[in-house]
Nanobody
């Protein structure tokens, strides 16, 4: 069983930055694919970024502004968010799965955090 705990959300003005963190329990973190998804009010869960086996994939809407990284020694994955826009406002979720192949589909992840709110004001 893997437990994920996100932190780092908050309120920021448009153009600002935030860094989200997701701390994972478990001894096999380094072999898991780790991803970030987000869900805005009234919308479905949307893929943001995933990191696996040295590779990364980003949604087009965040490419060039967001960076996913992981520290396997700390069992933590990060999402650095720069040049934030009001449309980035959402609850951000960390997700993990032992199948190491990267995926943008939420159905490919077995473990989820509780989410952290990010609000970008205009």
């Amino acid at each position: 069983q893997v437990q994920l705990v996100e932190s780092g959300g908050g309120l920021v003005q448009a153009g600002g930055s935030l860094r989200l963190s997701c701390a994972a329990s478990g001894r096999t973190f380094s072999s898991y694919k780790m991803a970030w998804f987000r869900q805005a009010p009234g919308k479905g869960r949307e893929f943001v970024a995933v990191a696996w086996s040295g590779s990364k994939l980003y949604a087009d809407s965040v490419k060039g502004r967001f960076t996913i990284s992981r520290d396997n020694a700390k069992s933590t994955v990060y999402l650095q968010m720069n040049s934030l826009k009001p449309e980035d406002t959402a609850v951000y979720y960390c997700a993990a799965d032992p199948n190491a192949y990267g995926s943008a589909s939420s159905t490919a992840y077995n473990y989820w955090g509780q989410g952290t709110q990010v609000t970008v004001s205009s």
